[in-house]
């Protein structure tokens, strides 16, 4: 059912764009509110009095250089402080009876000096992904833009030779954020393609590391990583497999035949498993030290001092034993 807007609403709504036409939806539209003007400009000027238009005016005009402003999104907070205390000061400025054509120039240099000292936000990084933190506030219109990006990442081909290891590394070069991010690879046997409808989920893949060894023919195709952030897909990667190498000796012909129907039959995503990686792999890749591994590190570390203690106590004991 239809809720009735009141009529007071809709005219105080068709007066404000009348009077503010000449910088519709800048800055200082999006942070201030139309009432908050009026009651400046009515200190300012007066209730009745004949300048209260040109006190409307004024306030616009002195604000249009803000009109096509853009700031980093996180920022809106402090550029409403800012806007908040600046309706403040004129209040005070209105009230000791001081001149609304010296203070709006003086408030609108005030806020771009503001502005300025901002925190920007960040460039968009090609090729793809959902970019939360290159997100943007335009003034103009009072709405936010991301990146003009595509979700899907460009295909990458990956050459392994048969029996080898094939590892997939599900990582974007921009910022992702720090908590709740997901991933979750899917398979598309046989084919090249970003369509996904081709492919189908592999259940116990997780983390943004995976790999498959040792590689088979059946391998062969493309792997989808999608990069979540609760539940919002911020990217996905794709990974075209192509494996070469001779079969093993004493493979025939017919073997082969057989091994290319198996290929189309239906079966079990078990390819994948999650990267486990040896100590060497976590002393020479920093980003393998999750949580989980820095803490089974330092187990390992725990045990091999108390191995150490223990041996140390028993041979001082054996010593002792001697003649």
């Known amino acids: 059912m239809a809720l009735l807007v009141p009529a007071s609403s809709v005219l ?12 519709a939806w800048a800055c200082l539209l ?32 002195a ?17 409403h402080d800012a806007f908040t205390q600046m309706t403040h000061f004129l209040q ?37 992904g959902l970019q939360e933190v290159a997100r943007r506030f335009r003034c103009r219109g009072c709405y936010s833009t991301v990146c003009d990006l595509p979700l899907d990442c460009p295909v990458k081909d990956v050459t392994v030779t048969r029996g080898q290891q094939a590892m997939f590394s599900c990582t974007v070069n921009f910022q992702l954020p720090k908590e709740e991010i997901t991933y979750s690879w899917k398979f598309a046997g046989g084919i090249r393609t970003q369509d996904l409808s081709y492919f189908r989920e592999i259940p116990r893949a997780q983390g943004y590391l995976a790999r498959i060894r040792p ?22 990667l794709y990974f075209f497999l192509n494996v070469t190498g001779p079969p093993p000796r004493g493979e025939t012909e017919l073997q082969v035949s057989f091994r290319e ?26 980003e393998a030290l999750t949580p989980g591994n820095q803490c089974l590190l330092a187990a390992a570390v725990a045990l091999a001092s108390a191995g150490v203690t223990v041996l140390a106590c028993h041979t001082g004991e054996v010593r002792d034993t001697r003649p």
């Open 63 to 79: 604000f249009k250089g803000l009109l096509d402003t853009e700031i980093n999104y996180d920022e809106r907070g402090h550029l």
């Open 92 to 128: 005070e400025m209105a009230t000791a009876q001081g001149s609304f054509r010296v203070a709006f120039p003086d408030a609108a240099k005030k806020m771009q000096k503001v502005i300025l000292q901002l925190k920007e936000a960040q460039a968009c990084i090609p090729p793809c």
């Open 12 to 23: 105080s709504a068709l007066v404000a764009l009348t009077v503010f036409r000449a910088s």
């Open 261 to 286: 129907v198996l290929r189309w039959a239906p079966r079990e995503a078990e390819m994948i498993e999650p990267w486990r990686p040896s100590l060497g792999e976590l002393l020479a890749s920093p």
């Open 30 to 61: 999006c942070f201030t509110s139309y009432n908050e003007r009026l009651q400046i400009c009515q200190i300012f000027a007066g209730l009745e009095s004949p300048n209260l238009g040109k006190c409307e005016e004024a306030f616009t005009d």
């Open 215 to 236: 590689v088979q023919p059946t391998h062969g195709g493309t792997f989808s990583c999608v990069i979540t952030h609760d539940q919002r897909p911020l990217a996905r």
